[in-house]
Nanobody, 123 residues
Framework: QVQLVESGGGLVQAGDSLRLSCAASGRTDNNYYMAWFRQAPGKEREFVAGTRWTVGSPSYSESVKGRFTISTDNAKNTVYLQMHSLQPEDTAVYYC????????????????WGRGTQVTVSS
């Protein structure tokens, strides 16, 4: 069983940067498509960014394109989300997820989820 554990969240000011990590343990599989989602209070969970472990182009939501970068470290079984120019509207719980279906933005298509890490951006 694969487990996903997020870390790196915190309280930052608008304009700051933050890097989230998602460590995958257990029977990891490089065929998974890895993604970051986020969910703000009272809102639906939304896709932020996704990538394959190896080849392929990352995908981003329009709201974070140009500010966030998703990357992987296969040796460490870790997926990162580097976030720049953070804004208060980026405040949410950020989740790492894995799916057998690549480039998918729908949460219900993801089989594995971490517990999330809180990111709060103050103005």
């Amino acid at each position: 069983q694969v487990q996903l554990v997020e870390s790196g969240g915190g309280l930052v000011q608008a304009g700051d940067s933050l890097r989230l990590s998602c460590a995958a343990s257990g029977r990891t599989d490089n065929n998974y498509y890895m993604a970051w989602f986020r969910q703000a209070p009272g809102k639906e969970r939304e896709f932020v960014a996704g990538t394959r472990w190896t080849v392929g182009s990352p995908s981003y939501s329009e709201s974070v394109k140009g500010r966030f970068t998703i990357s992987t470290d296969n040796a460490k079984n870790t997926v990162y989300l580097q976030m720049h120019s953070l804004q208060p509207e980026d405040t949410a719980v950020y989740y790492c997820a894995a799916s057998w279906f690549p480039a998918n933005t729908r949460p219900n298509m993801y089989e594995l989820w971490g517990r999330g890490t809180q990111v709060t951006v103050s103005s």
